[in-house]
């Protein structure tokens, strides 16, 4: 499926992945080549431009969040647009409903329909299908042979010419069916017979959803008719048939999300089981080959986090207020290992003088010591620090497993911190830097140690 978009995207992405760092000539590079695979893949040439400008944009002016490189960064970025360009998921619900299936000839209409049957049957619920295709000759046979192979029962009138007739007697008759299938006649365009047969079907069945079924070998055109449909009959979701086997599935996939109309499955060979419920995020991290982009992502996340964490502590200490869980907070981040030392380098009265590796240690393993004397505070202690007097620094000192001038120590040093702050509020230029860090989210924690 896609399998030419795939590759290309998956060259590019070992290119960033190899380029030893990401500056401007890299990102125009990708880009260009992104622009070329999604052309090829019969993607919209305005979209294909779209994207395209976004991910040199977003790469040349957002930041990485602190602790992930340009690259991953970059790559984020192209994950991010690609699964952008094919719309929103569709949750399938596991309730009982009436679908109604609609399309054009040949589609993929009765095959889809059995396949939907499939999908609800495996998860336990009870489906009957029911054949509204009185155009076709052998129509009510063809959908009777398939719930034969799935063992689902197929409400039909053979020899019955008119829809509407069979679909009010289905709705008598499958009462007891959770899920209950409608497969419809097609015709070679959207005719206004059609359309009128449509909405009779539609107001006779009261269908939960309406669900377009689209060949993906129309590749853009998809776009046009779900447009189309929807403004004649008003649908709910979109199936693209035959991705398997078409280089246009991309231009079909992205058409289609462009009306807003979502794609619900797609169908990926003629076997009943060639069909799954579509989801861009995970469409794109196989297109693009990469397992573990899930975990790139999260970990984004969870840095993103941090950095909220950090300058969290920035705008209380600038504020003045700065308690023991303040410095909790930015020795937790300070326990990480390295994440001390890049501190350090990162401070100009540092760079400029010789940094001493011991004193990068001692301050390593000074800040794990405290760390457990603040395990064993209570909240209160952490909060307002001024009440950590005799009896509660014993009890400290016993619960930590340390000596009471331990403890004394640390108090002594989040007094020097503290007073340090209200000497850098006074401090006007240093404070305009800090504020001018904390907006461009690259935050040195300066002077602090
Ligand atoms: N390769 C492939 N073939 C498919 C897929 N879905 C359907 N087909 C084939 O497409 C052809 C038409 O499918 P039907 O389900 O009969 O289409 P239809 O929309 O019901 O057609 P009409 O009832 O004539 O309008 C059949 O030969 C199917 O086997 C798919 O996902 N992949
Ligand atoms: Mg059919």
Redesign the pocket.
Known sequence: MLDSLGASLRDTIRKITKAGYVDKALIKEVVRDIQRALLKGDVDVHLALKLSKNVERRALEEKPPSGMSYRDFLIKIIYEELIAILGKEKEIRLKPQKIMLV???????????G?LAKYFHDKGLSVVMVAC?VH?PA?YD?LKQIGEKLNIPVFGIPGERDARKIAKEAIKKTRDYQIKIF?T??RHALEDDLIQEMEDLKKIIEPDEIFL?L?ATIGQQAGKQAKAFHDAVGITGVII?????SAKGGGALSAVATTGAPVVF?????HLE??EHFNPTRFISRLLGMGDLETLLETAKKLEIEEEKTSKVMERMMSGKFNLKDMYDIWEQMAKPGILQKLLYSLPFYRMGEIDKNLVEESEEKIRRYRVILDSMTYEELENPEIIKGSRIRRIAIGSGKDEQEVRNLLKEYHKMKRMMKEMRGNRKLMRALRRQLKGGNIDLQGLI
């Open positions: 399309g054009l000839y040949g589609q993929g209409k009765t095959t889809t329909a396949k295709d076709r129509a063809q497969d006649s097609g079924v060949d048939t035959k991705m398997d086997g797609i169908g990926t060979g003629e060639d069909f």
